[in-house]
Every structure is written in structure tokens, then in C-alpha cells.
């Protein structure tokens, strides 16, 4: 019976995204800092962050947020990229060294303490040697 009346109500409605979802998680970074250092203004970023969220998700407009979302991808995709790949030589730093091919630049990923190996880039072809 609810679960009918949300999947009726929500019809034609715009629903969470990415973006929504980053404003919901900024929101409670806020709430706590208002935890910690009780000051008013957190509380109220958190509190207007966390309305706006709510109305992306229950907007008419799906073309407007549609185009809202696409642009937070776009603009968040080279910060996550980097992320990604900075947690991953973290996570693989014991056991693999990363090297830059010398013409595209692009990270590959070779086994350490195996001498000098001739790696090839699977993108160019490229063909360097390097100390591991």
C-alpha cells in the first residue's frame, strides 16, 4: 500500500543522481562540523544543502537536472580519475612500480624487483626499458 503510494507519487519525478547524492553526503560533512565546533552557520548550510537535494529529487524538470548531472560528471570525472589511480599505487606500491610511457603518457603498472624489463604500452606500442 505505501510502497505503491511512493511508486505513484514519484512517478514523472526526477529521483537521486550523482550529484544528489554528493549534495546528501555534503550536507552531513556539515552536520558534523556543526557537531564539533557548534557553530550556527554549518547547521544551516547543512540544513539548505539538504533541502535543495530533496528538491532536485522530487523535480518535474528531468531534462534541467539531466543536464545538471551531466555536467557534475563531467567536471568531477578527471578529480575522481586521479583519485582512483593515486589509491592505486598506494593500494599496489608493494608490489608493483608505475611508469609514464615516454610518447603518450600513458600509467602502466609493471611487477617489482624483476631487473630491467622492456615494457611495452598496450595503447601506442611503445617500447622503453626500466629498472623495477
Known amino acids: 500500500m505505501i510502497r505503491n503510494f511512493l511508486r505513484k507519487f514519484m512517478m514523472g519525478r526526477y529521483g537521486p543522481d550523482n ?3 554528493t549534495i546528501i553526503v555534503l550536507s552531513l560533512v556539515f552536520y558534523l562540523l556543526f557537531g564539533i565546533f557548534r557553530f550556527a552557520l554549518f547547521v544551516y548550510i547543512s540544513y539548505t544543502l539538504l ?3 530533496v528538491f532536485r529529487m522530487l523535480s518535474r524538470n528531468i531534462i534541467r537536472r539531466r543536464a545538471e548531472n551531466d555536467r557534475f560528471i563531467r567536471y568531477m570525472w578527471p578529480v575522481r580519475t586521479r583519485l582512483g589511480r593515486t589509491f592505486a599505487s598506494i593500494r599496489h606500491g608493494k608490489t608493483h612500480k608505475f611508469f609514464k610511457c615516454p610518447s603518450c603518457r600513458n600509467t602502466l ?3 617489482k624487483k624483476k631487473g ?3 615494457i611495452t604500452c ?3 606500442g ?3 626499458t626500466r629498472k623495477t
Open 116 to 118: 630491467k624489463l622492456q
Open 122 to 124: 598496450p595503447k601506442c
Open 19 to 21: 550529484l544528489g547524492v
Open 109 to 111: 603498472r609493471v611487477p
Open 126 to 128: 611503445e617500447r622503453f
Open 51 to 53: 533541502i535543495f537535494s
